[in-house]
């Protein structure tokens, strides 16, 4: 490529062409994010195409200008090491020089490269803040093996648990939880607004049971038990693939945003998932090889707006706007990651089987992955008061996304020759137990009716009993299933 003019890099980058006001800053304690932006600028065509296949919020426009900054930072930095380099040269100048009128020339020379250098420095840091903020929005590579289109192109994977009982309106869980009195909407309703809930009597019960239940199975396979903070930076959010905003005329925020009260207040959010303050916790850290994988299982509540949702999904439970989560994270080497997610994959089996819920897994279409996702399964109970499969847990292998942007990385045992830079460590992330989703299963699964169709009762799953803590209460009728 040919070297660059500093009128026109000077031009360029300070002319307001580009310029770090046109991207959004967020106050951070973590240095930026190292993408593989040699990467980016090598295969936009191949990105592009990523990018269109998931139907990611990135235009083609910014991720050729991502590539283009790269560039133009490349030829910069020359720029700006060639004039350092005039600047050793006139040093050497201004020493030896034999008479007055050498030395003043010399330095004026001096006095005009510090000025190139200084306006250099500041036109390459304008170019690399913003390269670097358009390639936040670039998402994840892509499995080979993953289905490429909308939801309905998932690949079912498997089935799992009895045989799926009927589509009847008459288990619907809302009906079911009003009669058994395991439900309040209309008091979530008055207190904080639709789709907030309050659980009564065996649900509130349920809930505790469900979060023990799944705890316990993570932690006999190793995981160490955790719990989470519910409030986040935004900017840990942002690091892990969730934008806060989406990208509409009108901002619609998808999450809850806590209104600062002074000037310096952090700029802070109610966590989506568990997954945010989990990864969060490896933030800027180093560990060695031979402690991976770390795996964590923690627990903690879910705030969504959930903005535009389908209203057929918001009634009752299975789409609210705070839900009790528990949550499998793992830290990996690149080598580990795929084995790891078949590993989280079982774990999630096992809890589900355990419930004897009938579920499928689904390998999940590039469209329905997230920013981070290189790969997801989603898994499915049947739920016949629906009168459709409802997503109850979900697991993604986001490789090396988050851990670019969060800078978790790993001290290999053997040091490759030539490589000097520590590489990233990958990241994994599934629902060990989302609750609400889980006690519609339940309820629509397990409700008793008796010969006039009525709800007379509710089986629940044996497994759940150890963790009830009122097993005795014969407030209605409860019968426990192995």
Not at 90 to 107: C, D, H, L, P, S
Not at 167 to 185: C, E, K, Q, S, Y
Not at 223 to 245: E, K, L, M
Not at 464 to 474: H, I, M
Request: charged share 20%; net charge negative; aromatic share 6%.
């Amino acid at each position: 490529m040919q070297s660059v003019g500093l009128s026109q890099i000077l031009w360029r980058y300070t002319s307001g062409s580009v310029a770090p006001s046109e991207f959004s800053q967020v106050v951070s304690e973590l240095p930026p994010p190292r993408l593989d932006y040699k990467g980016i600028a090598e295969n936009v065509d191949s990105i592009i195409q990523n990018s269109l296949s998931r139907k990611a919020p990135v235009a083609k426009e910014d991720i050729e200008a991502a590539a283009k900054l790269y560039n133009d930072a490349k030829e910069v930095s020359k720029e700006l090491n060639a004039r350092r380099h005039l600047q050793s040269l006139v040093g050497e100048k201004i020493r030896k020089a034999e008479n007055n009128e050498e030395r003043t020339k010399a330095r004026t020379e001096a006095s005009t490269l510090k000025q190139d250098v200084q306006r250099l420095q500041s036109s390459l840091q304008t170019i690399e803040q913003s390269y670097q903020q358009l390639a936040l929005h670039i998402p994840n590579a892509t499995h080979p093996q993953t289905p490429i289109g909308p939801e309905a192109s998932a690949t079912v994977v498997a089935h799992y648990g009895p045989e799926p009982l009927p589509v009847d309106p008459r288990r619907d869980h809302v009906a079911i939880a009003r009669t058994l009195d395991l439900l309040d909407l209309e008091s979530g309703a008055t207190v904080t607004g639709s789709s907030w809930y309050f659980l009564k009597n065996e649900a509130a019960l349920l809930e505790m049971a469900l979060s023990n239940y799944s705890l316990s199975v993570a932690i006999n396979h190793g995981f160490t038990p955790v719990t989470t903070p519910d409030v986040v930076r935004s900017d840990i959010a942002v690091r892990c693939g969730f934008q806060p905003r989406d990208n509409t005329d009108t901002p619609v925020s998808h999450m809850y945003h806590i209104v600062p009260n002074h000037e310096s207040a952090l700029q802070l959010i109610l966590s989506g998932t568990a997954e945010i303050p989990l990864a969060g916790m490896f933030a800027n850290k180093i560990h060695p090889e031979a402690s991976l994988p770390l795996k964590y299982v923690g627990i903690g509540h879910a705030f969504r707006q959930e903005a535009g949702a389908r209203s057929a999904d918001t009634r009752g439970l299975y789409r609210v706007h705070q839900f009790t989560k528990v949550e499998l994270f793992g830290v990996s080497t690149d080598l580990q990651s795929e084995s790891l997610m078949e590993e989280l994959k079982a774990i999630q089996i096992e809890i589900l089987q355990g419930l004897k819920l009938p579920f499928r897994v689904l390998d999940m279409p590039s469209e329905e992955l997230g920013a981070s996702a290189y790969r997801k399964y989603d898994m499915e109970a049947w739920m016949p008061g629906r009168g459709t499969w409802g997503e109850v847990t979900s697991l993604s292998n986001c490789t090396d996304y988050q851990a670019r942007r969060l800078h978790i990385r790993y001290r290999p045992q053997e040091k490759k020759e030539g490589d000097s830079r520590l590489p990233f460590a990958h990241t994994l992330n599934g629902t060990g137990a989302a609750i609400p989703r889980l006690i519609v299963a339940l309820l629509e699964n397990g409700a008793i009716l008796n010969d006039g169709g009525e709800v007379c009762g509710l089986r629940l799953p044996a497994i759940l009993k150890p963790f009830f803590l009122a097993t005795s209460n014969s407030r209605i009728n409860l019968e426990w299933v192995d």
